[in-house]
């Protein structure tokens, strides 16, 4: 299994709250991602990150924003929790973008955050 | 633009039944094509993948063959179990844009 980990696992919180999620590889895999998971939608793509202090947005990017400091960490914020951001955040992983071998994502254990 | 329409669930099956979960897509150019399953509490694990036309991914007793002409990437395994009673998503990679059905629950009874 691809070395992710996220933090934290759980987490409820409060409306108008700023809120992060870490996402940490022992991989050294140069792109990352952060999907959120809602019942009838699969994953959606908020944002990615191609390298370190390089990111992108995704599908939902609105309310998001993300930062990559470090190779091993890319961490997702919340500025101001809302009720519609409850959900399933996974992290994941892969070596390349292009379609070959390195382009599959691996997934992280996800976090389960809601908002209240 | 890039989308993936997956069977709606729930599916249940008994013990040694077929499985066939369908998937289409719509994409431009030549994306690859993915099933991930996901099993309670867990992230999503790569199932099997294919890269082009007429590609066949299996693994683990499951199949898929890549289908251009009929845009599909159809789920099958001749003799499910009750370990595979999961979320299986159907998704697709077309340069960095990544984009997931919205996933079907399959419940294998013995």
């Known amino acids: 299994d691809a070395g992710i980990t996220q933090s934290p696992r759980h987490k409820v919180t409060e409306t108008g709250t700023p809120v992060t999620l870490r996402c940490h590889q022992t991989e050294n895999h140069r792109y990352m991602y952060w999907y959120r998971q809602d019942p009838g939608h699969g994953l959606r793509l908020i944002h990615y990150?191609?390298?370190?202090?390089?990111?992108d947005k995704g599908e939902v990017s609105d309310g998001y924003s993300v930062s990559r400091s470090k190779t091993e960490d890319f961490l997702l914020t919340l500025e101001s929790a809302t009720s519609s951001q409850t959900s399933v955040y996974f992290c994941?992983?892969?070596?390349?973008?292009?379609?070959?071998?390195?382009?599959?994502?691996?997934f992280g254990p996800g976090t389960r955050l809601l908002v209240l | 633009g890039n989308s993936v329409t997956q069977m709606e669930g729930p599916v249940t099956l008994s013990e040694e039944a077929f499985l066939t979960i369908n998937c289409t897509y719509t994409?431009?150019?030549?994306?690859?094509l993915f099933w991930y399953v996901q099993y309670p509490g867990e992230g999503l694990q790569l199932l099997l993948k294919?890269?082009?036309?007429?590609d066949k991914g299996s693994n683990k007793g499951f199949e898929a063959t890549y289908r251009k002409e009929t845009t599909s990437f159809h789920l099958e395994k001749g003799s499910v179990q009750v370990s595979d009673s999961a979320v299986y998503f159907c998704?697709?990679?077309?340069?960095?844009?990544?984009?997931f059905g919205a996933g079907t629950r399959l419940t294998v009874k013995p």
């Open positions: 998704a697709l990679r077309n340069n960095n844009d990544m984009r």
């Open positions: 990150s191609y390298g370190v202090k390089d990111t």
């Open positions: 994409a431009t150019g030549y994306p690859s």
């Open positions: 994941a992983i892969s070596e390349a973008l292009a379609a070959g071998e390195g382009e599959t994502q691996y």
């Open positions: 294919a890269t082009k036309a007429d």
